[in-house]
């Protein structure tokens, strides 16, 4: 099955059995179904994460060149992330993945005006770090090897670390935790 009919089929398991799931009485997650559903809007993410104390770099969302690369001019350099990981097909019915890259004014085209973009100041770094947050617990990896800026890209030459998180990070992410995305 392809095209079409396979995205209609993983719409209607997701929100068939997604919809069993999260409606089960007494269950008990770690991510509730619908959390994860109303959380997946970056723009939400980020006014909370502002709100809960968490630094994010200056970013504009449009679809307009003109405001994009007047973006990419003043508080460059920037980066293009997609808002959400879409089923998007390509022509030959593989879904490209799209990573995060960094962009300059001159390749920011009028072509953004099909749709919405994000567009970040890209923050200089020495590694990633990423962080799972179990009630009051967190702990955080430091993620080393990645010649690129979206290190999920090169998954096999990464290493891993075991990292202590800053005290102001734990508070910030457990009032994260407790936030009202949208």
């Known amino acids: 099955m392809t095209g079409d009919a396979a995205r209609w089929c ?4 997701l929100y068939g059995l997604g919809g069993v799931l999260a409606a089960l009485p007494g269950a008990h997650y770690v991510n509730h179904p619908w959390r994860i559903r109303d959380a997946e809007h970056k723009p939400a993410q980020f006014a909370a994460a502002v709100r809960c104390g968490l630094r994010v770099p200056r970013t504009t969302i449009t679809s307009d060149g003109a405001a994009a690369r007047r ?3 003043e508080h460059g350099p920037v980066v293009y992330k997609p808002l959400w990981n879409t089923r998007y097909a390509a022509s030959d019915g593989q879904a490209p993945s799209i990573w995060v890259a960094e962009v300059t004014p001159g390749e920011i085209g009028d072509s953004v ?3 919405a973009h994000l567009f970040q100041h890209r923050v200089d770094k020495v590694a990633d770090v990423r962080g799972t947050a179990v009630d009051e617990r967190l702990w955080a990896v430091r993620i080393d ?3 690129g800026l979206d290190w999920r890209r090169f998954y096999d030459q990464l290493s891993y670390t075991l990292i202590d998180t800053p005290p102001d990070v734990v508070k910030a992410i457990g009032a994260y935790q407790g936030a009202r995305i949208c």
């Not at 993983?10 to 398991?13: G, K």
Request: proline letters at 8%; hydrophobic letters at 55%.
């Open 71 to 73: 973006m990419a001019v």
């Open 145 to 147: 090897g990645s010649p």
């Open 10 to 13: 993983v719409d209607q398991a």
């Open 113 to 115: 005006a099909a749709t």
